[in-house]
């Protein structure tokens, strides 16, 4: 599914989100994460940041190989302006891509997007693609105005 307008717009100004995996026993696990956008996939390469455990070994990894459903969530929040809220939650299944064209692309845009990452060798990392199936985005997304709900959701911040 390829985000509207604003729900793009809004993911493309944000730096971070918070990805959501689930292992096979249903026990979530949330980290966060950069990103970038393609037209319906949102890639997270696994970088040289400081990690317990090898890129192949990540919690995140290994829940998406027993169980590919995962969730993606942006958000903008302003403890001064509550008028100011708002978020986008991509969800889809998830996969790991590794070295071909598709994460050669990726990578380019992620680097576009995240300079830090140009001096990192990443070529190699795998990197997570999350194909979005449904998008649920709820208040302020253009900047300009508070919206109503769109998609699917409960509507509130919370």
């Known amino acids: 599914m390829e985000p509207g307008h604003e729900q793009r717009a809004f993911l493309e100004a944000r730096r971070t989100g918070h990805l959501a995996t689930v292992d096979a026993d249903g026990m979530p696990h949330v980290v966060p994460v950069c990103y970038a956008l393609g037209a319906e996939t949102l890639y997270i390469v696994l970088d040289e940041k400081p990690k317990r455990a090898a890129v192949r070994d990540l919690k995140r990894v290994r829940n ?3 169980n590919p459903r995962a969730a993606l969530v942006v958000d903008h929040y302003d ?9 986008v939650m991509a969800r889809g299944p998830a996969e790991i891509i590794e070295p071909g064209a598709e994460h050669t692309d990726a990578l380019v845009a992620l680097r576009r997007r ?34 109503a709900p769109a998609g699917q959701g409960e509507g509130t911040p919370g």
């Open 64 to 66: 998406i190989r027993v």
């Open 79 to 87: 403890d001064a302006d509550w008028t100011r809220l708002g978020w």
């Open 114 to 147: 995240y300079p830090q990452y140009r001096a990192m060798a990443l070529e190699q990392n795998p990197m997570i693609a999350l194909r979005i199936a449904s998008l649920t985005s709820w208040g302020r997304l253009d900047g300009t105005a508070p919206a």
